[in-house]
Nanobody, 123 residues
Framework: QVQLVESGGGSVQAGTSLRLSCVAS????????RAWFRQAPDKEREFLAA????????LYADSVKGRFTISRDNVKNTVYLQMNSLKPEDTAVYYC????????????????WGQGTQVTVSP
């Protein structure tokens, strides 16, 4: 069993930065692909970024490429999402997810999910 707990959300102004963290516990977590998704009100869950178990392979959605960076620290069992130049349209609940080997942008391929952390960006 894998448990994921996100933190780092909050209310910020447009143009600023925020870093989200997701701490994991459970078996084989260091070998699992980890990812970030988000869901805004009345919208479908959106893939943002994924990182392989080794950290050597990453995958980004075009909408955040160049602004968001995913990274992981396997000693701390933590994955991060550095978000720069935030925009009001980035307002959403941000979720951490984990799956087996191989990066993927499809939410249905992820087996484990955190409870989410709210990010609100004001103009």
């Amino acid at each position: 069993q894998v448990q994921l707990v996100e933190s780092g959300g909050g209310s910020v102004q447009a143009g600023t930065s925020l870093r989200l963290s997701c701490v994991a516990s459970g078996n084989t977590i260091s070998s699992r692909t980890r990812a970030w998704f988000r869901q805004a009100p009345d919208k479908e869950r959106e893939f943002l970024a994924a990182v392989s178990g080794s950290g050597l392979s990453t995958l980004y959605a075009d909408s955040v490429k160049g602004r968001f960076t995913i990274s992981r620290d396997n000693v701390k069992n933590t994955v991060y999402l550095q978000m720069n130049s935030l925009k009001p349209e980035d307002t959403a609940v941000y979720y951490c997810a984990a799956r087996g080997p191989g990066t993927s942008s499809y939410s249905y391929e992820y087996d484990y999910w955190g409870q989410g952390t709210q990010v609100t960006v004001s103009p």
